[in-house]
């Protein structure tokens, strides 16, 4: 696997193939798996994503704490300035499948559950206004799926580590590259996706309310979607970000190791530590109590 | 897998099923110790839960995970939660299990390091590096020389591929543990034949769990 993402967008523009395809090359010669069963591991995935999709939105489900829940299925009704076009669609897949999460539901880590929202709402929104395929869909989850391994060398997955930009940061800028692989855009194009969408992530924190994955976790998958929305958008129009994309994650790396701890999934500091946070989690934590047989 | 929380569901799931095949089953008592962020946030993120399920032998993807502490105490498995500090240094997210299943005993301590990877960092107080990855072999033997060789030449024998393999031991001439992670789970005939090594005790074959 690559240690850099510029490496491996050099490897696939000199092979004349895209990043997924590189994915998908590189771990079949990895020899642990055949390309036939990585590919048909993603396609289990992007079942697994759908059917999450599809058990969020009409909105029935309630959180295990009952904090969340039934915000998917408001964004059908959406009467702002971008309703009805793929905005509001990745915004109520990935809070769909959040709250499905929420739920204990079954979800796939994207890179982890509590991103798991980002990657599935960007990619099942972008489908449902172009024509894409399942085979498609299938590559951009190996780009995407490249992304994250590099983001997991160099910096982190883990909220515990490196706070919500190692969360739904990475889930963002994973949706991102996946994204302009979908829109057929080039390597080079995905990488500065990436690194548009991770440079607007830099610095978020993990502050779960009782250190629930619920609030605002449910809700920074959906700012997370459109965070890669606004860095696919950036990138097949030409936009170039100037610090190169390894960097953009290296920065994001070194941010994790220096953020308080009050900041990284400890539920002590940020917005579970406002006295509303306070008193929430009070209150639901109190009811969740669980029985010690 | 099921949500809420890749480190502090599946990859606690994770740890449980790595204690489980360490007592070859399931056991009937546990004491699962939370530290760090386990300890502070577990609960909402179903960590108990998960870990319970874990030792019930269920994936992370399994829904039954949502009433492991139920369907653990119809199983008649007791388990007891508690918060603890460990010494030393630990991941953020880690804990320490200790099981009984007749016999077996083991105690573990294992950390989630993120998307649902966990290290196993301590089996019986031998240190370890172990991800789960691989079906592995692990077993407590004497510290008396040969034993490797012994080991290797069984698997290369029925044909096993050896991924990783760790010996650590506490003193000299004591007990070491043996940890082979391989490609594929070990034969019936490869296993005999390493546990009739006269020097090797505790044979255990754990399944790749991740």
């Known amino acids: 696997m690559f240690e850099s993402l510029g490496e491996a967008v050099e490897r696939a523009e000199a092979d004349r193939i895209s990043l997924g395809e590189l994915a998908l090359r590189t771990e079949a010669e990895d020899g642990l798996r055949s390309r036939a069963e990585i590919e048909g591991a993603l396609r289990r995935a992007l079942e697994v994503m759908r059917g999450a999709v599809e058990r969020g939105l009409p909105g029935d489900l309630r959180s295990v704490s009952g904090l969340v829940g039934g915000d998917a299925a408001r964004l059908a009704h959406a009467r702002g300035p971008l309703a009805g076009t793929v905005f509001t669609d990745v915004l109520a897949s990935a809070l769909a499948v959040q709250e499905v999460n929420a ?28 024509p894409v395929t399942d085979d498609m869909l299938v590559r951009a989850l190996a780009t995407a799926g490249l992304v994250g391994a590099v983001v997991a060398v160099r910096a982190s997955l883990s909220g515990a580590e490196g706070g919500c930009q190692a969360e739904t940061g990475a889930a963002a800028g994973m949706a991102a590259a996946a994204g302009v692989e979908l829109l057929g855009g080039s390597p080079t194009e995905a990488a500065h996706a990436v690194a548009l969408t991770m440079q607007g992530t830099l610095g978020l924190i993990c502050d779960p309310l009782g250190g629930l994955v619920e609030v605002p976790c449910v809700y920074r998958n959906a700012t997370g979607g459109a965070m890669a929305l606004a860095g696919i958008e950036m990138a097949l129009a030409g936009v170039q970000f100037p610090i190169p994309v390894d960097e953009v994650i290296d920065t994001m790396g ?8 009050r900041y990284r999934e400890t539920a002590g500091g940020g917005l579970a530590a406002t006295p509303t946070g306070r008193r929430l989690a009070k209150e639901r934590l109190v009811q969740l109590k669980p029985r010690r047989p | 897998m099921v949500g809420p929380s890749s480190s502090h569901t599946a990859g606690a799931c994770r740890i449980g099923l790595f204690a489980r095949g360490l007592v070859g089953g399931q056991p009937e008592s546990a004491k699962v110790e939370l530290h760090g962020s386990f300890a502070r946030t577990g609960t909402g993120h179903g960590t108990d839960r998960a870990i319970a399920g874990g030792l019930l032998g269920f994936y992370p993807d399994d829904v039954r995970l949502r009433e492991s502490l139920e369907l653990a105490e119809q199983a008649g498995m007791a388990i007891t939660f508690s918060n603890t500090r460990l010494r030393g240094e630990h991941h953020p997210n880690t804990t320490r299990i200790s099981l009984k299943r007749g016999p077996e005993q083991a105690v573990v301590i294992g950390s989630s390091l993120g998307a649902g990877r966990i290290l196993i960092t301590n089996v019986d107080g031998f240190p370890v590096e172990v991800t789960g990855a691989f079906p592995s072999l692990v077993f407590v033997a004497q510290d008396v020389p040969g034993i490797v060789a012994a080991v290797t030449s069984a698997l290369a024998r029925t044909g096993e591929n050896i991924a990783s393999m760790r010996v650590s031991r506490r003193q000299k001439g004591g007990e070491a543990i043996h940890i082979y992670e391989l490609d594929s789970p070990p034969s019936a005939e490869a296993l005999d034949i390493v546990r009739a090594i006269p020097a090797v005790r505790t044979l255990r074959a754990i399944p790749r769990i991740a």
């Open chain 1, 103 to 130: 739920a204990m539901g079954v979800i796939v880590a994207a890179p982890t559950a509590g991103g798991a929202g980002v990657l599935p709402g960007v990619l099942l929104g972008l489908a449902r206004h172009r």
């Open chain 1, 254 to 261: 070194e941010i994790g190791r220096t953020m308080d701890v």
